[in-house]
């Protein structure tokens, strides 16, 4: 056949999506989620839009963190470079906070700032040892609870499992890793063994040494008009293990822990010199680290009775810590240029265990019922504290202060699904519903009372809420489903937007608690189209999500009339609404011809827009239009290449609010960028990776990056890399 009949043969076959593929070909499978729908479904069977990318592919694309390994998703982007790393995660133009970030399960800690010299973000763990990363976009209260106003994100662990294969009792891997964006070095490896056919275990351990995010250059100079990124040292260490204990085929008892621990040094030179005519900074270095220890137990099971066929109980342990310290010498102004020298460490801590259950039940007959239940616990103690040092002429004054009182948070949670299939109808209605309850107790102590002043009123807070969704689903044929969902998201205020507080009589303002502060809601509804044949599949869908009551911190809100200051809070803002259409697709061409075997493509595109319903502002965090192509050639899983091209058009000044203080009133252009990547296996679980990024040595900068950022020097020092090299070797075993 000649390739032009080929060609022929896969237009064709791409248009007749509603055929079966032939006997020949490859049958897709699609992956399994965990936390999408606490129950293990494939994807073609859940109503609503959920991206899972697997290890292969995070392998694939060369990929160091998470932050990579969600670049090639469709309607997310994220904010990570500069001192703090990965602060933030955007789904849908629904940023912070409302994003749950789970890891196993377990609540990774919200992100949390205060001034400038404390932000800590939510960089607490690495891929190593991570077989799938989950993106659930949109509200997922009804299963997920407080926080998932906006979608959640989940990484999931490998178990003993995923490296014993075909009954060994030992194995393992080991790996190495090269980045030129960063020149960073990463290392590491896992080994399980199954010492008994009852036991068996694992434990992995990785290390990562980057430098600053490389850019395409400019003024290597001290000061504000420094362009290129501030020297900056990063090292991390991340082991995790795991011991499971099968006493029959009912019955699975795991136990797991690891640590996270990252380390971050950074010159910061661009805040070198003049500074609000008070301060000359000759010398500016911050030193970071962030810490997650973690512990669980684990239980699952099969019962086969009346109420559950299956189900889990896990419990865990976990404390995640954040320090920023800073040093700042120079000189002050008003004192006569008289030497000085700053100091800021910034601490906070959350230590959260709980506990949850969850029971599966199905029952036949004409309408066949699949049950998830179940309930969760949660108690979190957090606290943050921060430490001056001021030394001018000689002569020190230091002193500890809390901005926010320590607080206990109790969360409980019960929650139902049930998905019901009609019989042959291909018609399927999944109800869910969830109840929580929230409690913050606020805990001050004398630091605090020192720091906010004896006119400040704390305030506890509770709130009880339930969160709907409905999903449908309809089986046109085996390979198209429609599917549409209604659900529902909170967000439970946070400690510090509950009881922020600070007084500074010396410049006439403070921060007051708002006992009247009510929880964040949203209520979205999406509709979609998946199909999967063996060579074409895609999932087309649109959306629509109206959210309620968004906390902004730091509103002005007057005098207070007890101590005359200006008064800042924590206010609840109208209501606001994004919408927007995505597009998954790739092609099998091996389905088509056997001659074309191992050639694919994938697609993925996202447009979002939206507004702020009370003076039709636009939404500063949504992103453009944007998305990537990709085309890979495998060879029997022996060598192959692959190239993706990643866009985003430009942001329109128009599209930007400039009555957020937070965000730029200005947009960014559009840009292209193509990576080429490539493999070769010389032997048996021999494999050596290697890639070129950003091949045209574009210039450009992502929203996610940009939006926070006020003016073009800073916008240049934090763009992204020109072209960069990255290469990695991995030897399973």
Request: with cysteine; net charge neutral.
């Given at each position: 056949?000649?390739?032009?009949?080929?060609?022929?043969?896969?237009?064709?076959?791409?248009?007749?999506?509603?055929?079966?593929?032939?006997?020949?070909?490859?049958?897709?499978?699609?992956?399994?989620?965990?936390?999408?729908?606490?129950?293990?479904?494939?994807?073609?069977?859940?109503?609503?839009?959920?991206?899972?990318?697997?290890?292969?592919?995070?392998?694939?694309?060369?990929?160091?963190?998470?932050?990579?390994?969600?670049?090639?998703?469709?309607?997310?982007?994220?904010?990570?470079?500069?001192?703090?790393?990965?602060?933030?995660?955007?789904?849908?133009?629904?940023?912070?906070?409302?994003?749950?970030?789970?890891?196993?399960?377990?609540?990774?800690?919200?992100?949390?700032?205060?001034?400038?010299?404390?932000?800590?973000?939510?960089?607490?763990?690495?891929?190593?040892?991570?077989?799938?990363?989950?993106?659930?976009?949109?509200?997922?209260?009804?299963?997920?609870?407080?926080?998932?106003?906006?979608?959640?994100?989940?990484?999931?662990?490998?178990?003993?499992?995923?490296?014993?294969?075909?009954?060994?009792?030992?194995?393992?891997?080991?790996?190495?890793?090269?980045?030129?964006?960063?020149?960073?070095?990463?290392?590491?490896?896992?080994?399980?063994?199954?010492?008994?056919?009852?036991?068996?275990?694992?434990?992995?351990?990785?290390?990562?040494?980057?430098?600053?995010?490389?850019?395409?250059?400019?003024?290597?100079?001290?000061?504000?008009?420094?362009?290129?990124?501030?020297?900056?040292?990063?090292?991390?260490?991340?082991?995790?293990?795991?011991?499971?204990?099968?006493?029959?085929?009912?019955?699975?008892?795991?136990?797991?822990?690891?640590?996270?621990?990252?380390?971050?040094?950074?010159?910061?030179?661009?805040?070198?010199?003049?500074?609000?005519?008070?301060?000359?900074?000759?010398?500016?270095?911050?030193?970071?680290?962030?810490?997650?220890?973690?512990?669980?137990?684990?239980?699952?099971?099969?019962?086969?009775?009346?109420?559950?066929?299956?189900?889990?109980?896990?419990?865990?342990?976990?404390?995640?810590?954040?320090?920023?310290?800073?040093?700042?010498?120079?000189?002050?102004?008003?004192?006569?240029?008289?030497?000085?020298?700053?100091?800021?460490?910034?601490?906070?801590?959350?230590?959260?265990?709980?506990?949850?259950?969850?029971?599966?039940?199905?029952?036949?007959?004409?309408?066949?019922?699949?049950?998830v239940y179940g309930l969760t616990y949660s108690h979190k103690d957090v606290d943050m504290q921060r430490h001056t040092r001021d030394s001018v002429a000689g002569r020190a004054n230091s002193s500890h202060e809390k901005n926010a009182p320590d607080s206990v948070i109790d969360q409980?949670?019960?929650?139902?699904?049930?998905?019901?299939?009609?019989?042959?109808?291909?018609?399927?209605?999944?109800?869910?519903?969830?109840?929580?309850?929230?409690?913050?107790?606020?805990?001050?102590?004398?630091?605090?009372?020192?720091?906010?002043?004896?006119?400040?009123?704390?305030?506890?807070?509770?709130?009880?809420?339930?969160?709907?969704?409905?999903?449908?689903?309809?089986?046109?044929?085996?390979?198209?489903?429609?599917?549409?969902?209604?659900?529902?998201?909170?967000?439970?205020?946070?400690?510090?937007?509950?009881?922020?507080?600070?007084?500074?009589?010396?410049?006439?303002?403070?921060?007051?608690?708002?006992?009247?502060?009510?929880?964040?809601?949203?209520?979205?509804?999406?509709?979609?189209?998946?199909?999967?044949?063996?060579?074409?599949?895609?999932?087309?869908?649109?959306?629509?999500?109206?959210?309620?009551?968004?906390?902004?911190?730091?509103?002005?809100?007057?005098?207070?009339?007890?101590?005359?200051?200006?008064?800042?809070?924590?206010?609840?803002?109208?209501?606001?609404?994004?919408?927007?259409?995505?597009?998954?697709?790739?092609?099998?061409?091996?389905?088509?011809?056997?001659?074309?075997?191992?050639?694919?493509?994938?697609?993925?595109?996202?447009?979002?827009?939206?507004?702020?319903?009370?003076?039709?502002?636009?939404?500063?965090?949504?992103?453009?239009?944007?998305?990537?192509?990709?085309?890979?050639?495998?060879?029997?899983?022996?060598?192959?290449?692959?190239?993706?091209?990643?866009?985003?058009?430009?942001?329109?000044?128009?599209?930007?609010?400039?009555?957020?203080?937070?965000?730029?009133?200005?947009?960014?252009?559009?840009?292209?960028?193509?990576?080429?990547?490539?493999?070769?296996?010389?032997?048996?679980?021999?494999?050596?990776?290697?890639?070129?990024?950003?091949?045209?040595?574009?210039?450009?900068?992502?929203?996610?990056?940009?939006?926070?950022?006020?003016?073009?020097?800073?916008?240049?020092?934090y763009s992204a890399p020109g072209r960069w090299f990255g290469a990695s070797l991995r030897y399973d075993f």
């Amino acid at each position: 056949m000649n390739p032009r009949s080929l060609l022929t043969c896969a237009v064709l076959a791409a248009i007749n999506t509603s055929a079966s593929a032939t006997a020949g070909s490859a049958e897709t499978l699609a992956p399994i989620t965990v936390s999408a729908a606490r129950e293990d479904s494939p994807l073609a069977k859940l109503a609503n839009n959920i991206r899972v990318t697997n290890e292969a592919e995070m392998q694939q694309n060369l990929n160091v963190n998470v932050k990579d390994a969600l670049e090639n998703t469709p309607g997310v982007s994220f904010d990570g470079s500069g001192r703090y790393g990965l602060s933030d995660i955007t789904i849908r133009g629904i940023s912070g906070n409302r994003v749950k970030v789970l890891a196993n399960g377990q609540e990774i800690n919200s992100q949390f700032s205060f001034g400038p010299f404390q932000n800590a973000g939510r960089e607490y763990m690495d891929l190593n040892n991570i077989k799938q990363l989950e993106v659930i976009k949109g509200p997922v209260s009804s299963l997920h609870g407080s926080d998932a106003i906006g979608g959640v994100v989940s990484l999931v662990s490998k178990t003993p499992d995923d490296y014993l294969h075909d009954g060994a009792r030992f194995g393992g891997s080991v790996f190495t890793q090269y980045s030129g964006r960063d020149s960073g070095i990463n290392a590491g490896g896992a080994i399980a063994a199954a010492p008994h056919e009852q036991w068996d275990g694992l434990i992995a351990y990785s290390y990562n040494h980057a430098e600053e995010n490389k850019n395409h250059g400019g003024l290597n100079v001290s000061g504000a008009a420094r362009t290129v990124p501030d020297p900056q040292r990063d090292n991390s260490h991340s082991v995790a293990g795991q011991i499971r204990y099968k006493p029959n085929n009912d019955h699975t008892f795991s136990l797991s822990a690891g640590v996270y621990h990252n380390k971050r040094d950074t010159n910061v030179q661009s805040s070198l010199g003049n500074n609000m005519n008070i301060y000359n900074y000759t010398a500016y270095r911050g030193a970071d680290s962030q810490q997650r220890t973690n512990a669980a137990l684990r239980h699952n099971f099969t019962i086969r009775n009346p109420f559950a066929d299956s189900g889990y109980w896990h419990t865990w342990w976990q404390k995640q810590d954040s320090t920023q310290e800073t040093v700042m010498d120079g000189t002050l102004q008003r004192a006569g240029n008289a030497a000085t020298q700053r100091y800021r460490k910034s601490e906070y801590a959350m230590t959260d265990s709980g506990i949850e259950a969850q029971f599966n039940k199905t029952i036949d007959g004409r309408v066949r019922q699949n049950w998830v239940y179940g309930l969760t616990y949660s108690h979190k103690d957090v606290d943050m504290q921060r430490h001056t040092r001021d030394s001018v002429a000689g002569r020190a004054n230091s002193s500890h202060e809390k901005n926010a009182p320590d607080s206990v948070i109790d969360q409980f949670g019960v929650f139902a699904q049930n998905r019901l299939s009609f019989g042959g109808s291909g018609v399927s209605l999944i109800p869910g519903l969830r109840y929580d309850y929230y409690r913050l107790n606020a805990k001050p102590d004398t630091s605090f009372w020192h720091t906010v002043g004896s006119s400040y009123q704390v305030s506890n807070y509770r709130e009880d809420h339930f969160s709907f969704r409905l999903g449908s689903l309809y089986d046109i044929s085996n390979n198209h489903t429609l599917y549409a969902n209604y659900a529902e998201g909170f967000r439970a205020p946070a400690f510090n937007e509950t009881n922020l507080g600070f007084e500074n009589p010396q410049q006439g303002y403070s921060y007051i608690a708002n006992p009247s502060l009510k929880p964040e809601k949203s209520r979205g509804i999406e509709i979609g189209w998946r199909s999967d044949n063996g060579i074409l599949n895609h999932d087309l869908s649109a959306y629509y999500t109206r959210y309620y009551n968004f906390i902004q911190s730091q509103t002005n809100i007057g005098r207070n009339p007890q101590n005359g200051l200006i008064a800042f809070t924590s206010v609840n803002l109208p209501s606001a609404e994004i919408y927007g259409v995505e597009l998954a697709a790739g092609v099998n061409f091996g389905g088509i011809h056997p001659r074309l075997q191992g050639l694919s493509t994938d697609l993925g595109l996202a447009w979002t827009d939206g507004k702020n319903r009370s003076d039709n502002t636009p939404i500063s965090s949504i992103a453009p239009f944007s998305g990537h192509i990709g085309v890979n050639y495998d060879v029997d899983e022996r060598w192959g290449v692959g190239t993706h091209w990643r866009f985003a058009t430009k942001k329109a000044d128009k599209d930007v609010s400039s009555t957020d203080p937070r965000n730029t009133a200005k947009g960014i252009g559009g840009y292209g960028v193509w990576d080429v990547t490539g493999y070769y296996r010389p032997v048996k679980g021999l494999t050596a990776r290697a890639g070129v990024f950003n091949i045209l040595d574009k210039k450009y900068i992502t929203w996610g990056e940009a939006y926070r950022l006020g003016d073009e020097i800073s916008r240049t020092r934090y763009s992204a890399p020109g072209r960069w090299f990255g290469a990695s070797l991995r030897y399973d075993f």
